[in-house]
């Protein structure tokens, strides 16, 4: 089974501070995408990575950034959290020509 | 741009009773069409999908048949249980071609004994 893993399933951190989301998969898929799930809104692309190194901004970029050095392993980074990014963040992860993407279990942030 | 609606929620059914969620989409091109549930405290994990028109997709007891004429998929089972209370999201691919996935807003299924 291909197995998506987010480091952290509950972060409480406090508003500047600088966070690191961490997702690694293990089935050698080269696309990886950062979700953020709120109520009533559904699911929101943040940003997406097809490649190593390489990197594309989804609809809600602002605020975000990310880092993928290796192939299994896609960050999402908060420079400075504000309240507004309390939310459920999902990372998955696909095969570059398939369209079916495999979630982790999310990792839930809070921010005071 | 890409857009998917689906019916709010939440639905509340008894078990054994119908259910239809609605999803009806607007693409441009020829978009594949996926149903994901989300368990409690779980992420998202694939349910059915359908890459063309006509196509029906299907997977424990849920089906769902892509509809171009009305841009639809609606999600449909005969006899639900209380083990399929979920979040159910129904997505789309983009055109620009990196399996990036447009979702609707989600619909709460609840079922009762």
């Known amino acids: 089974d291909v197995k998506v893993t987010q480091s952290s399933r509950y972060l409480v951190k406090r508003t500047g501070e600088k966070v690191f989301l961490e997702c690694v998969q293990d089935?050698?898929?080269?696309?990886m995408f950062w979700y953020r799930q709120d109520p009533g809104l559904g699911l929101r692309l943040i940003y997406f990575?097809?490649?190593?190194?390489?990197?594309e901004k989804g609809d809600i970029p602002e605020g975000y950034s990310v880092s993928r050095e290796k192939k299994e392993r896609f960050s999402l980074i908060l420079e400075s959290a504000s309240t507004n990014q309390t939310s459920m963040y999902l990372c998955a992860s696909a095969f570059r020509e398939a369209n079916v993407l495999t979630f982790g279990a999310g990792s839930r942030l809070t921010v005071l | 741009g890409d857009s998917v609606t689906q019916m709010e929620g939440p639905v509340t059914l008894s078990e054994e009773a119908c259910l239809t969620i609605n999803c009806t989409y607007t693409a441009t091109g020829y978009p594949s069409l996926f149903w994901y549930v989300q368990y409690p405290g779980e992420g998202l994990q694939l349910l059915l999908k359908a890459t063309k028109a006509d196509d029906k997709g299907s997977n424990k007891g849920f089906e769902a048949t892509y509809r171009k004429e009305t841009t639809s998929f609606h999600l449909e089972k005969g006899s639900v249980q209380v083990s399929d209370s979920a979040v159910y999201f129904c997505?789309?691919?983009?055109?620009?071609?990196?399996?990036?996935?447009?979702f609707g807003k989600g619909t709460m299924l609840l079922v009762s004994p």
């Open positions: 990575s097809y490649d190593v190194k390489m990197k």
């Open positions: 089935m050698d898929h080269e696309n």
């Open positions: 997505a789309l691919t983009r055109s620009s071609g990196y399996s990036t996935l447009t």
